[in-house]
Structures are given as C-alpha cells and as structure tokens.
C-alpha cells in the first residue's frame, strides 16, 4: 500500500479503537452493575452507552437488553471473552482484566485486525444468527469482484440488502459500518405491487484491511473455527501482512498461558435440583472435570452407567464439557483434559451437571471456597439427607 494509505488506515484504525476505549471507560465506571444472573450490562446502562457510540441503535427508551445492542455486545464479548475485562470476585463490578495492559500497549492497526478476527472466525456474541457470514461473504466477495473503491458510493445489489428491515441492516452490516468498512449514506424506496429498499454504502478506506483478513481466513479454511484464531493470528496475519504494526502484545492475549493449580483447592456444594439432597466435597483444582464426574458419581452412589455433560457460564459464555463419546455439535471441550482451574472458579460462581440423558438427572454445583491446600484424592466434606435412587421402583 502507498504511504498516504497507510497513515489513512492507521487513522481510521484508530478512531474504531477510540469506540472501544469509550466503551471500557463506560463499563468500568462504578456505578455500572452487571445483571446478577447473567453479568450483562443493564438495560439503562445499555441505552446510554449506546449513545455514546458512532454507529447507534434508534432506541427511545432504556428497554432493550444487552442483546439487542449488536455492537456493545460485540464489545463486550470481545473484552470478556479475551480477559481485557472481568468481573471483580463478588461479581458486583467490571474490572481491568489480566489481559488490558498487553491490549493497551498493542498498535492501533494490531487492534483492529483483532477485533475483524473475532468477528469472522468467533461469532458466539451473536448466539444464533442465521446468515451472519453469508451477509459478510456476500458484502466482501461482491466488492472485490466490482473492484469498489473507498470513498466512493455503491447501491448494494439485492443479494446484499434483502436482509435490511425498513431503516435498520441486518447484525452483520452493523458490525461492519462499526468498524469503518462502509458507511450507509442513503435508502432510495421504490414502490409497486412489493417495496424495494435500495441501499447505499460508502466504501471506508479500511475495507482492504477488511478483505485480506477474510481471504486469510478463508484460505485456510478458519473462517468461524474460533479455536485456530490464535494460530491464524500469530502465523498468518499481523507477521505476515502488517509486520510494522505487530508488537507482539496481542500474541499475549492469544496465546495460551500456562497456570499452576497446584497447591490450591475447590469447596463446591452439590445438590439434586429436584430434591433435597446435597453433598459438599473437596478436589485440587489441578483435577480434571472427569474426576468431579466420578465423585459426584461416588457421592450420589450412582452407577456410572450412561453419558453426562457439565454447563458452565451464561449465554454467550456457557460452554459444555463431556466425553468424546458424548460430543454431538462439536461444540464441547473435553471433561478429561479440562482442569477445574481451568474455569475460572470463583466464591460464590455456580454451574450445573447433567446425568443421563434419558431420567435426566439435573445437579446444581456451586463454589463455597477456594483454598490454599493439597488433596491426595477429593473427599467428601458433608452429606445431607440419603443419596436418591438412581432407579426408582415405580409402582403400577
């Protein structure tokens, strides 16, 4: 790229990290609560920070929930997801993340290609959305075949547009206007037997940052394969395309770190969700979720005789652990290879464990204390009421 393109991008760049800065500023902010079940932010939090922002959701009300804010949910996924944020431990407030310094210190372009990663190969900000990438796909593919050029204006064809609703685009051109590959500059409205929308977009001078991240992607066959985003990142973007802005602190973020659970302990109550039974046992948090199966197995006085799952966190963030034997999505981690560390356990975070598939056998696990401590073998701390049958005698 010429020299003028490229302090043009690196401007632009920088102004899209400029809405991530004003959001982190906002959710930091000690007046901002997260919602008790779900650690979103809060519906009047939502609509003024909302405000806040270049590309806005027409909102006359503080009403809608977090979801319904595509891009402070990008964002926030973004923070959460990569520890640049967290939660403190009473889980009452945001916080710096263990991982904000590294982002703070990363260059701007650096930033940007992070967040355009996350937004074609780590889409479970978005939970369910149908087409999400067939709308990007279709955007990228039909501006690299028209040879369009930033700054100037395009009317989107059919393919492109049929998913925009009156005056609002679809999720996935949201997230692009956001991040400076277009802006919608007008709607022409044709009427006849059936309306028409026409819409126009202005090319953003970071489109071709936009498109070598998509071809990278696709080229190796990574686009919405979260987990070879680190790998994709390292090896095949920043060093390779944008080498003067790699500063090696995002591969910080990526990269997986090594933690030492040795030495410490989990607490964790566990209770029959449809009864009154509960169990309080003790484990390291070096052993794996396969070895909470088995206790919990031992304690209940079950026989380990059919497929099990653990769910732990919310929405975006719940994530399901099993055996290879269970795998159904390809969406789960492993139970074996998962440490109770792992999760990130904290006084007070609960999580659930689910028995056979058939009877459906529901245990709600909560986390009492973490410890200074070491385990030959988890034990059983506390036992109330007697364990319930695994398999009533039902009378005819």
């Not at 990569?82 to 993340?97: C, H, P, V």
């Not at 009317?155 to 051109?173: C, N």
């Not at 790998?231 to 995002?250: D, H």
Request: glycine share 6%; hydrophobic share 40%; aromatic share 14%.
């Amino acid at each position: 790229m010429k020299i003028q393109e490229t302090e043009k991008i690196e401007r632009q760049a920088e102004m899209v990290c400029r809405e991530f800065e004003i959001f982190c500023d906002y959710v930091l902010q000690d007046t901002v609560k997260p919602a008790k079940r779900t650690e979103n932010i809060g519906r009047k939090d939502c609509f003024e920070l909302n405000s806040c922002l270049r590309v806005q959701e027409n909102y006359e009300k503080p009403t809608r929930v977090q979801a319904d804010y595509p891009i402070i949910n990008f964002f926030y996924y973004s923070a959460r997801r990569y520890r640049i944020l967290e939660m403190n431990d009473r889980g009452t407030k945001f916080q710096k993340g263990e991982n904000y310094e590294a982002f703070q210190a990363a260059s701007a372009v650096e930033k940007y290609v992070f967040f355009l990663v996350i937004l074609m190969s780590d889409q479970r900000f978005l939970e369910h959305e149908i087409g999400f990438m067939f709308q990007i796909s279709g955007f990228i593919e039909w501006a690299e075949d028209a040879k369009l050029l930033p700054g100037e204006i395009y009317e989107l064809p059919h393919q492109i547009f049929r998913g925009y609703v009156g005056m609002k685009p679809l999720k996935s051109l949201s997230f692009l206007e956001e991040l400076g590959v277009f802006e919608v500059k007008e709607t022409v409205q044709h009427s006849d037997r059936n309306k028409i929308m026409h819409w126009k977009v202005k090319m953003g001078s970071l489109f071709p940052v936009c498109h070598i991240v998509y071809k990278e992607l696709g080229n190796q066959g990574l686009i919405g394969d979260a987990d070879a985003l680190p790998v994709f990142f390292l090896e095949s973007c920043m060093e390779k395309r944008f080498p003067e802005y790699a500063t090696g602190n995002i591969k910080k973020i990526l990269e997986e770190k090594e933690r030492d659970y040795s030495g410490k302990t989990v607490e964790l109550e566990i209770s029959v969700r449809y009864g009154d039974c509960l169990r309080i046992v003790c484990l390291n948090l070096s052993d794996s979720l396969y070895a909470l199966h088995l206790m919990i197995q031992k304690v209940f006085e079950f026989d380990d005789d059919h497929l099990f799952e653990f769910y732990v966190g919310n929405g975006m963030f719940r994530d399901t652990f099993t055996t290879e034997e269970a795998v159904t999505s390809g969406d789960e981690f492993s139970a074996e290879e998962t440490m109770l560390g792992d999760l990130g356990l904290k006084k007070g975070a609960k999580f659930s464990y689910l028995f056979d598939f058939g009877d459906m056998w529901w245990f709600d696990i909560k986390v009492l204390e973490i410890a200074e401590d070491y385990l030959d073998s988890p034990k059983l701390v506390k036992a109330v009421k007697p364990a319930p049958k695994q398999y009533p005698d039902w009378e005819c």
